[in-house]
T-cell receptor, first 111, second 114 residues
């Protein structure tokens, strides 16, 4: 079963703009991860945030985690056409190692 | 350093048939997980193998089974195929000894059931 919902389901922006995606989950987690998937390809890991962390940066990516609200957000700054892809959040529940994915956000960056 | 490799890339089967998908993990990884991704959906966890045993299982019927070999590679077997089994099947690898780490995914096998 899916862990929760991602919001929005689809997002279209212009190159240079920022893109924000949100993710909600339902259980107690060990960590939360964000992955990118280009059409028909495998998933590429972007960033991992532990349950005791609130914010993490990696290049143009910024991830926040609010365990009290069971939610996370991914911000991509200064987007590029190459950022066009589907983005998924995935949680690792406490005591488990399997990933539970959200439904994804399809991002389209117009050149 | 080879990443996760899966074979075949595409497969077409008919209802009732059986299929075997294969996965070689990233070098240095000993744990393999399998996921099913229906079109337009997020991946769903099928099961995870470590030390040649199934360690965790998602909500999938017994028609889905697997195996892990001593070299850490893995197979996913699906019996009595249904139209609803059409999906992208993803393999991911990781190291059991390292906590809080990402999984590394292959490009998947696209399975179509006619």
């Amino acid at each position: 079963s899916q862990q929760g919902e991602e919001d929005p389901q689809a997002l279209s922006i212009q190159e240079g703009e920022n893109a924000t995606m949100n993710c909600s989950y339902k259980t107690s987690i060990n960590n939360l991860q964000w992955y990118r998937q280009n059409s028909g390809r495998g998933l590429v890991h972007l960033i991992l945030i532990r349950s005791n962390e609130r914010e993490k940066h990696s290049g143009r990516l910024r991830v926040t985690l609010d365990t009290s609200k069971k939610s996370s957000s991914l911000l991509i700054t200064a987007s590029r056409a190459a950022d066009t892809a589907s983005y998924f959040c995935a949680t690792v529940d406490t005591g488990r190692r399997a990933l539970t994915f959200g439904s994804g956000t399809r991002l389209q960056v117009q050149p | 350093d080879a990443g996760v490799t899966q074979s075949p890339t595409h497969l077409i089967k008919t209802r009732g048939q059986q299929v075997t998908l294969r996965c070689s993990p990233k070098s240095g990884h000993d744990t393999v997980s399998w996921y099913q991704q229906a079109l337009g959906q997020g991946p769903q966890f099928i099961f995870q193998y470590y030390e040649e045993e199934e360690r965790q299982r998602g909500n999938f019927p017994d028609r889905f089974s697997g195996h892990q070999f001593p070299n850490y590679s893995s197979e996913l077997n699906v019996n009595a195929l249904l139209l609803g089994d059409s999906a992208l099947y993803l393999c991911a690898s990781s190291s059991q000894l390292v906590g809080n780490q990402p999984q590394h995914f292959g490009d998947g096998t696209r399975l179509s059931i006619l």
